[in-house]
C-alpha cells in the first residue's frame, strides 16, 4: 500500500502500477504579493521532457527592482509576451495531461509551499479553475532542509554553488528551472544514500509531508 498525504486529505491506493510524473517548476512575478503582483514568466520541464515556457503580457509597469532583478522589462512583455488568460489556462493543461492511468503528478519547485504554489493556486482562481485531487506539491527546499541539517541557508543559489552548478540566466525562469531539476538529482541521491536507495518520489514527498 502506497500512503499520499496533502494538507487536506490523506490518500490511499492499492494500485500495483502507479504512474509519477514530475514537473520542476519555476515562476517570475512582479513582485512578493500572490493577491496584487502578477506572474510575468512561467517555465517548466517534466520527467519526459515535455517543456513549457512563455512571458506573460500583464497591464501595470514593472518596478526597478524587478527589472533590474530579472532583466525582464515592460517592453519585452509588450512585445514577447503571450496573453496572460490564455497562458495561465494553457499552463493549467500542461499541468493536468496525463497519458498513463493512476498517474500522481508532482509539482517540484524551490521554496514552492512559500511562493510558486501560491502564486498559481490565485491565479487559477482568478479564472475558476482548479486542479485535480491527483496533484501534488512538494517544495525541495524543505528536502534540502531535511537532508542537509548541518547548513544555515538553503537558497537554490547556494545550494547550486555547493553541487557547483552554472545557472547562466538567474532569476529567469528556464534558467532557475534547469537548475532545479540538476539540484533535485543531487538531491534525490543523497535521499537515497538515507533511505537504503530508496529514490522513488512518493517516499520522498511522504517523508517530507506526513
Known amino acids: 500500500m502506497i500512503y499520499l498525504y496533502t494538507t487536506y486529505t490523506t490518500i490511499y491506493t492499492t494500485t500495483t502500477t502507479m504512474h509519477t510524473r514530475t514537473i520542476w517548476f519555476d515562476f517570475e512575478t512582479g513582485g512578493l504579493n500572490p493577491f496584487h503582483h502578477p506572474i ?3 517555465a517548466a520541464v517534466d520527467n519526459m521532457e515535455n517543456r513549457f515556457e512563455s512571458l ?3 497591464d501595470t509597469p514593472l518596478s526597478p527592482k524587478v527589472i533590474e532583478l530579472t532583466k525582464i522589462t515592460d517592453e519585452l512583455l ?3 509576451g503571450a496573453d496572460y488568460n490564455t497562458t495561465i489556462r494553457n499552463f493549467h493543461s500542461y499541468m493536468t495531461k496525463t497519458t498513463q492511468p493512476h498517474t500522481r503528478t508532482f509539482m517540484v ?4 509551499d512559500g ?3 501560491m502564486f498559481l493556486k490565485t491565479a487559477l482562481k482568478k479564472l475558476g479553475l482548479s486542479l485535480p485531487a491527483n496533484i501534488f506539491f ?7 532542509r531535511y537532508l542537509m541539517p548541518e547548513r544555515t541557508s538553503f537558497a537554490q543559489a547556494y545550494i547550486a554553488e555547493k553541487y557547483r552548478i552554472d ?3 538567474p532569476h529567469r525562469a528556464m534558467g532557475d528551472v534547469c537548475v532545479l531539476r540538476s539540484i533535485w538529482a543531487k538531491l534525490t541521491e543523497l535521499y537515497g544514500t538515507k533511505h537504503d536507495g530508496q529514490t522513488n518520489i512518493i ?3 511522504n517523508q517530507i509531508y506526513m
Do not use: Q
Open 56 to 58: 506573460l503580457k500583464i
Open 115 to 117: 511562493f510558486d504554489k
Open 78 to 80: 509588450a512585445t514577447r
Open 138 to 144: 512538494l517544495d525541495s527546499l524543505h528536502v534540502a
Open 40 to 42: 510575468i514568466e512561467i
Open 167 to 169: 545557472n547562466p540566466n
Open 109 to 112: 519547485a524551490h521554496n514552492c
Open 203 to 205: 517516499h520522498i514527498y
